[in-house]
């Protein structure tokens, strides 16, 4: 992998340090007028999406972090590891848990899943930010309960377990954000 | 490419607090009886300091068959200097200076210095003018620590004792990734990093550096020694930097070699020494004191704002 100089950071860039992958989210040019000049930068740590403030002499090189962005199709679960498939090339991944995060309770097969590569190997799997899913389990809505606020929680196909307003039953699908894990609506069609 | 950056950056409000500032400058200068004088922008020599870099060009004479290398100023400094061994007493200067690697927020290529001494002032009077200047402007009188002062309050070291490791692991807790690292990039760093951010938005004359950041000031021999240099901080930003100046074309040589060897060990181009600002502090420099403000910065004060493209018509992107 290539290395980069300081004068080379941009937002976006990819970069080894303590030997994880980070994102270059901020660059800034600082420099004392009788001083060295520095490179403060915001990077985002690729594998735990920790944000930290590293301060780099300017000059000094970084090693670059072979990192790609992509979208892979969601095949199925053996139990233990998410199968995955790049639709471009049909190269199968495999992907272990830590991976995947809070992801796999929204995939039910199919999904084209925003994935980041590191070294070839997935490093981050996110679910697409909205999805359509049938429910599989609420209680059915109870006339004039307010003091849940309105909400029920119903379990989805997937395996996650999402707040539905009362009028929602069994066996509907529904839209949600799994940004936020939030209802959106029932699904058309 | 067309595009639309024709349009000036500043606003038309901004443009003329601009001039408004430059005039209430001028007129501070005359009433005490400080000199306007211009100096070269092209110059044989150039500074040394390994941490300023000069722009080059070349002159073609009609009647030389070689062009002459020569440097933008990167200050005013060297001439005026040269001036006051001349014997004008006190002056000043605004001039448009230029210096390569240096853009962003804070930064342009070519900016404009406020550059003035006082003959018979020491760095302590100097900083009085600065305050009155300031007043005048409609700002407080900046708080006076000396940096050992602040750089303990905000670091818990002592910036002339401390030993190196001692500033290197806490340069590292604070996230400098640094490769031989040495001292004055550790108080640098640490200075930037965790006391300029802290001192009083209001104005902060910091005074009294460490040795190693002495510059062209003077050096006073007392425990630990330091050097007769202050810096004006406003909002966060540097804005001035003062010597009681180095009067001693000895000690001026040597440290003129010292930045050329460090120039030399960092891979820089060694710089040709001014040797007519050294024969200049031969025959005699005045006791005095001088410092160089940034005009866009004290403008970026004065109008609140962020980034120093807002106070200039064009910034270098739209030059």
């Given amino acids: ?189 | 490419m067309v595009s639309a950056d024709w349009r000036p950056s500043a606003t038309r409000d901004i443009l003329a607090r601009r001039a408004g500032l430059l005039c209430a400058i001028r007129t501070f200068m005359h009433d005490r009886g400080v000199l306007e004088v211009e100096t070269p922008a092209l110059s044989h020599a150039a500074a040394t300091d390994p941490n300023i870099q000069s722009l080059q060009s070349r002159v073609h004479l009609p009647q030389a068959s070689a062009a002459a290398e020569v440097c933008l100023h990167t200050s005013p400094e060297f001439p005026m200097k040269r001036l006051l061994a001349a014997g004008l007493g006190p002056i000043f200067q605004v001039a448009k200076v230029f210096r390569d690697h240096e853009c962003g927020p804070l930064h342009q290529p070519e900016f404009t210095m406020l550059e003035w001494y006082r003959p018979g002032f020491d760095h302590h009077r100097l900083m009085d003018e600065i305050a009155e200047l300031l007043q005048m402007l409609g700002l407080p009188a900046p708080a006076r620590s000396t940096y050992r002062d602040v750089f303990m309050r905000h670091t818990g070291l002592c910036p002339h004792t401390a030993p190196d490791e001692a500033l290197q692991n806490r340069a590292a807790e604070l996230g400098l990734v640094a490769s031989g690292a040495d001292r004055n990039l550790l108080l640098d760093f640490l200075f930037s990093r965790t006391v300029t951010p802290r001192l009083p938005a209001s104005g902060a004359l910091v005074y009294a550096y460490p040795v190693s950041q002495a510059a062209l000031a003077r050096i006073v021999p007392s425990l630990p020694p330091v050097a007769e240099r202050f810096e004006l901080f406003l909002s966060g930003m540097e804005i001035a930097n003062g010597f009681h100046e180095l009067g001693d074309s000895v000690e001026q040589r040597r440290r003129f070699a010292a930045d050329n060897a460090r120039r030399a060990s960092r891979g820089l181009p060694v710089m040709p020494v001014d040797e007519r600002l050294l024969a200049a502090l031969d025959s005699g420099l005045p006791d005095c004191a001088g410092a160089a403000l940034g005009v866009e910065r004290l403008l970026m004060v004065l109008t609140g704002s962020k980034r120093i493209d807002e106070v200039v018509a064009f910034p270098f992107a739209r030059s």
Avoid at chain 1, 153 to 182: C, H, M, N, Q, Y
Wanted: aromatic share 8%; hydrophobic share 35%.
């Fill in chain 1, 1 to 189: 992998m290539s290395s980069y100089s300081t004068n080379e950071f941009k937002p976006g860039l990819k970069i080894m340090l303590d030997r994880d992958p980070y994102a270059i989210l901020e660059n800034e040019f600082v420099k004392p007028g009788k001083g060295q000049a520095f490179n403060r930068v915001k990077v985002r740590n690729l594998k735990t999406g920790r944000v930290l403030e590293r301060t780099f002499k300017s000059g000094e090189s970084v090693e670059g972090a072979d990192v790609v962005d992509l979208e892979l199709q969601y095949l199925y679960n053996d139990g233990e590891m998410w199968h995955f498939m790049d639709p471009k090339t049909y190269e199968q991944y495999m992907v272990g848990k830590t991976a995947m995060g809070d992801a796999a309770q929204w995939l039910k097969g199919e999904e084209l899943c925003p994935t980041t590569l590191w070294n070839g190997v997935p490093l981050v799997v996110a679910a697409p930010n909205f999805v359509a899913l049938k429910i599989t389990k609420t209680d059915p809505g109870v006339r004039g309960d307010t003091a849940t606020g309105g909400a029920k929680p119903a379990k989805l196909e997937s395996g996650a377990v999402v707040k539905v307003p009362l009028f929602i039953s069994e066996g509907e699908v529904i839209r949600v954000d799994t940004r936020t894990g939030e209802y959106l609506g029932r699904a058309k069609g």
